[in-house]
Protein backbone atom coordinates (compact mmCIF):
# COMPACT_ATOMS: atom_id res chain seq x y z
CA UNK A 1 0.00 0.00 0.00
CA UNK A 2 2.96 2.50 0.14
CA UNK A 3 1.90 3.86 -3.14
CA UNK A 4 -1.17 4.82 -2.01
CA UNK A 5 -2.23 8.61 -2.90
CA UNK A 6 0.78 8.83 -5.14
CA UNK A 7 0.54 8.89 -9.11
CA UNK A 8 0.60 6.30 -11.04
CA UNK A 9 3.63 5.95 -13.69
CA UNK A 10 1.67 3.50 -16.14
CA UNK A 11 5.18 4.46 -18.74
CA UNK A 12 8.68 4.21 -17.59
CA UNK A 13 9.16 5.31 -21.06
CA UNK A 14 7.59 8.58 -20.89
CA UNK A 15 7.62 11.54 -18.45
CA UNK A 16 4.66 10.70 -16.49
CA UNK A 17 4.15 14.97 -15.79
CA UNK A 18 4.71 16.23 -18.83
CA UNK A 19 4.12 13.01 -21.22
CA UNK A 20 7.38 13.53 -22.96
CA UNK A 21 9.61 10.69 -24.87
CA UNK A 22 12.26 9.80 -22.09
CA UNK A 23 15.55 8.92 -23.74
CA UNK A 24 15.59 5.97 -21.30
CA UNK A 25 13.75 4.28 -19.02
CA UNK A 26 14.74 5.71 -15.42
CA UNK A 27 17.89 7.53 -16.82
CA UNK A 28 16.02 9.30 -19.17
CA UNK A 29 14.05 10.44 -16.63
CA UNK A 30 17.04 11.61 -14.66
CA UNK A 31 18.16 13.32 -17.82
CA UNK A 32 14.60 15.17 -18.74
CA UNK A 33 14.19 16.90 -15.21
CA UNK A 34 17.84 18.13 -15.40
CA UNK A 35 16.15 19.89 -18.78
CA UNK A 36 12.43 20.29 -17.86
CA UNK A 37 12.68 22.71 -14.56
CA UNK A 38 8.39 22.70 -14.26
CA UNK A 39 8.79 18.52 -14.43
CA UNK A 40 11.65 18.75 -11.93
CA UNK A 41 9.37 20.40 -9.40
CA UNK A 42 6.34 18.25 -9.80
CA UNK A 43 8.69 14.99 -9.15
CA UNK A 44 9.85 16.93 -6.38
CA UNK A 45 6.28 17.18 -4.83
CA UNK A 46 5.90 13.58 -5.80
CA UNK A 47 8.71 12.54 -3.93
CA UNK A 48 8.18 14.29 -1.14
CA UNK A 49 4.59 12.91 -1.29
CA UNK A 50 6.41 9.57 -1.21
CA UNK A 51 8.41 10.10 1.60
CA UNK A 52 6.03 11.12 4.15
CA UNK A 53 4.59 7.05 3.37
CA UNK A 54 7.66 5.89 3.77
CA UNK A 55 8.87 7.63 6.63
CA UNK A 56 12.46 8.97 5.40
CA UNK A 57 13.60 5.90 2.89
CA UNK A 58 14.39 8.92 0.34
CA UNK A 59 15.87 11.03 2.12
CA UNK A 60 19.75 12.58 1.54
ZN1 LIG B 1 8.33 16.02 -18.23
Sequence with gaps: MAVNGTREWTD???CPFCGD?????????VDHI?????????FD????NVAGDLAGEWSG
Design 34 to 42: DDSGSCEQE
Design 21 to 29: QLSSPGVGF
Design 12 to 14: PTT
Design 45 to 48: HWRE
